[in-house]
């Protein structure tokens, strides 16, 4: 059974940081990409950040590449989220998310569709 774990989240001010945690267990994919996704109120699902389980590919998005970290470490099975400098606009329900890397998955890592499984997500708040 896959199970994603997601913490590391809270309220934090603007300008802050906060380091998210994914503990995956459960699956037994070859070559996979564990990303992670946020969803603030009355906004669609967007990727963050994805990073492959093999060759440490990673990809993140424009709006947070000078400031998120994606990162993983194998012997605990988790991925971790390092955000700094928190914008009001990070304000989001975090999720984490695990899926193939299928040919020509890199070409939109930010593609939910490409994710077959999902954690319960996890609230980041910032405030002003």
């Known amino acids: 059974q896959v199970q994603l774990v997601e913490s590391g989240g809270g309220l934090v001010q603007s300008g802050g940081s906060l380091r998210l945690s994914c503990a995956a267990s459960?699956?037994?994919?070859?070559?996979?990409?564990i990303a992670w996704f946020r969803q603030a109120p009355g906004k669609e699902r967007e990727g963050v950040a994805s990073i492959s389980s093999s060759d440490g590919t990673s990809w993140s998005a424009n709006s947070v590449r000078d400031r998120f970290t994606i990162s993983r470490d194998d012997a605990k099975n988790t991925v971790y989220l390092e955000m700094t400098n928190l914008k009001l606009e990070d304000t989001a329900v975090y999720y984490c998310?695990?899926?193939?890397?299928?040919?020509?998955?890199?070409?939109?890592?930010?593609?939910?569709?490409?994710?077959?499984?999902w954690g319960q997500g996890t609230q980041v708040t910032v405030s002003s």
């Open positions: 998310a695990v899926g193939p890397i299928r040919p020509g998955f890199w070409a939109r890592p930010d593609d939910s569709a490409g994710y077959d499984y």
């Open positions: 459960g699956f037994t994919l070859d070559l996979y990409a």
